[in-house]
């Protein structure tokens, strides 16, 4: 089963979780949450009227950003890719947005 993230195109925390889930190179579908998504979906297994939510690979369903970004494993089941990105897995990419973004501390006038 792919990895469903239910959301809205401009909602703020809808784009956290779909960059989380880019950044781990997780494949995913994006459902809109239409009023149909809301009835069939989310008020169903949510309880409330809220996005984004996101059902893995098992079928379970996870609601709150952080619960999903934080709850890496939970958000990954395919066994063949756990550790899925542990938190010291460097790429070249991050490699260079780590020091992009210490840079401007470390050059900082009143430091
Ligand atoms: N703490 C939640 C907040 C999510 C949230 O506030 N989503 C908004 C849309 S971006 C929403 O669905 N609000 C509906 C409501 O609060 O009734 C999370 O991190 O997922």
Redesign the pocket.
């Known amino acids: 089963m792919t990895i469903t993230l239910y959301g809205?195109e401009v909602?703020?925390?809808?784009g956290?979780v779909r960059a989380y889930l880019r950044w781990a190179d997780l494949p995913f579908e994006e459902v809109i949450a239409s009023a149909d998504v809301y009835g069939q979906v989310i008020l169903p297994s949510v309880g409330?009227?809220?996005?984004?939510v996101l059902r893995t690979q098992s079928g379970e369903i996870l609601?709150?950003?952080?619960v999903i970004t934080e709850g890496r494993r939970a958000a990954c089941t395919d066994k063949r890719r756990e550790p899925c990105f542990p938190a010291n897995q460097t790429t070249p990419c991050r490699n260079i947005a780590s020091a992009t973004r210490t840079k401007p501390a470390t050059l900082a006038p009143w430091t």
């Open positions: 809205g909602s703020y925390f809808t956290k409330i009227p809220v996005i984004p609601q709150d950003t952080t």
